[in-house]
């Protein structure tokens, strides 16, 4: 069998990128042929030959599609988090994610709350709903790009830089948090993506010499960077499903995470990491990391037993197969 699979920016070092990528090395382990394509970065009219496509991203996905002289037939469709939460309520964009669905053999999301979101906006495709977690990745030993500081206490924001990550919003809560602890400090870890937000983030950089702004990191990287850091956040007003959060959960490392449904999907409040609401409970919960060991050795080991639980790539991987090949059947 062989699967093709189509996201959008896959030379870019986001999210879907790192989960494209470790699907297909989970799937070539089992036997599969996969191909990986870029639906945003070039200009096809013809695709590989597959006997599937897996397609990431409904609404980029369709409008990718719709260029091509002959439609992929079957083809399966993940939703990544975007879609879920912005297109899928665009007036400008809602047919056209409804249509991917429509015309999709599987639908795949992370979490069964975003299947339920799905199903009371398009109820006649809830039958071909498949919720399946998203799988942790494996990393080499690496020596961390820079070395952290002796006596320090590492905060650790992995992000690609643009509004949605929120990522000016963490600066100023954490620059409260060095006010009143100034061994803390802050890596920022990601791509620019949007230029404008690109240039604010970099401007709070250099107001703070205990920031650091590593910019963009070979995934291979990230194991080393996660190990060196005492606690790794999330600041996004929205997610899929965190692929950052749940590696560094997976070192056993806590996590302090915003409120909204992709982090909640995987981070329970005050058992495998902290989900704040405010800035202030933001500053509360960072306080408990900072200075209760016992707390942050415990919601580490919860953190990273979950992710052996519930996050496997090889249950991800078989559960991916098993779709296709009900799908070609």
Same mark, same amino acid.
């Given at each position: 069998?062989?699967?093709?699979?189509?996201?959008?920016?896959?030379?870019?070092?986001?999210?879907?990128?790192?989960?494209?990528?470790?699907?297909?090395?989970?799937?070539?382990?089992?036997?599969?042929?996969?191909?990986?394509?870029?639906?945003?970065?070039?200009?096809?009219?013809?695709?590989?030959?597959?006997?599937?496509?897996?397609?990431?991203?409904?609404?980029?996905?369709?409008?990718?599609?719709?260029?091509?002289?002959?439609?992929?037939?079957?083809?399966?469709?993940?939703?990544?988090?975007?879609?879920?939460?912005?297109?899928?309520?665009?007036?400008?964009?809602?047919?056209?994610?409804?249509?991917?669905?429509?015309?999709?053999?599987?639908?795949?999301?992370?979490?069964?709350?975003?299947?339920?979101?799905?199903?009371?906006?398009?109820?006649?495709?809830?039958?071909?709903? &498949?919720? *399946?977690?998203?799988?942790? =990745? +494996?990393? %080499?030993?690496?020596?961390?790009? !820079?070395?952290?500081?002796? #006596?320090? $206490?590492?905060?650790?924001?992995?992000?690609?830089?643009?509004?949605?990550?929120?990522?000016?919003?963490?600066?100023?809560?954490?620059?409260?948090?060095?006010?009143?602890?100034?061994?803390?400090?802050?890596?920022?870890?990601?791509?620019?993506?949007?230029?404008?937000?690109?240039?604010?983030?970099?401007?709070?950089?250099?107001?703070?010499?205990?920031?650091?702004?590593?910019?963009?990191?070979?995934?291979?990287?990230?194991?080393?960077?996660?190990?060196?850091?005492?606690?790794?956040?999330?600041?996004?007003?929205?997610?899929?499903?965190?692929?950052?959060?749940?590696?560094?959960?997976? &070192?056993? *490392?806590?996590?302090?995470? =915003? +409120?909204? %449904?992709?982090?909640?999907?995987? !981070?329970?409040?005050?058992? #495998?990491? $902290?989900?704040?609401?405010?800035?202030?409970?933001?500053?509360?919960?960072?306080?408990?990391?900072?200075?209760?060991?016992?707390?942050?050795?415990?919601?580490?080991?919860?953190?990273?037993?979950?992710?052996?639980?519930?996050?496997?790539?090889?249950?991800?991987?078989?559960?991916?197969?098993?779709?296709?090949?009900?799908?070609?059947?």
């Amino acid at each position: 069998m062989k699967v093709l699979l189509a996201s959008p920016n896959f030379h870019q070092p986001r999210g879907n990128t790192v989960t494209v990528q470790r699907i297909a090395n989970s799937l070539e382990k089992l036997d599969v042929d996969t191909e990986i394509i870029s639906t945003t970065e070039k200009q096809w009219t013809t695709l590989p030959e597959a006997d599937i496509v897996h397609g990431f991203h409904a609404y980029h996905f369709y409008k990718f599609i719709q260029k091509l002289d002959e439609k992929p037939d079957p083809y399966m469709v993940t939703i990544t988090g975007t879609d879920l939460n912005h297109d899928l309520f665009d007036k400008q964009k809602r047919e056209d994610v409804f249509a991917s669905l429509k015309g999709a053999k599987a639908i795949h999301v992370f979490d069964d709350k975003a299947k339920e979101v799905i199903s009371n906006e398009l109820s006649e495709v809830e039958d071909k709903i &498949f919720t *399946i977690a998203q799988g942790n =990745s +494996n990393f %080499p030993k690496e020596n961390p790009p !820079v070395k952290k500081e002796e #006596n320090t $206490f590492l905060f650790v924001l992995p992000a690609g830089i643009r509004k949605i990550k929120n990522v000016p919003e963490a600066i100023k809560m954490m620059s409260k948090m060095h006010d009143k602890f100034p061994r803390v400090r802050l890596w920022l870890v990601g791509p620019i993506i949007e230029e404008q937000e690109g240039q604010a983030v970099e401007e709070l950089v250099r107001q703070h010499d205990w920031i650091e702004y590593l910019g963009q990191v070979p995934h291979l990287n990230m194991g080393a960077i996660y190990q060196s850091a005492d606690a790794v956040l999330n600041t996004s007003h929205d997610e899929g499903q965190s692929s950052a959060i749940i590696e560094a959960m997976g &070192f056993g *490392i806590p996590v302090l995470v =915003s +409120n909204n %449904p992709g982090n909640r999907s995987i !981070v329970t409040h005050q058992k #495998n990491g $902290f989900v704040y609401k405010s800035p202030n409970e933001f500053l509360d919960y960072g306080e408990q990391i900072i200075n209760n060991n016992e707390i942050k050795q415990k919601i580490g080991q919860q953190a990273k037993q979950h992710i052996a639980d519930y996050h496997s790539s090889t249950y991800e991987a078989d559960n991916f197969l098993k779709i296709y090949k009900s799908i070609l059947n």
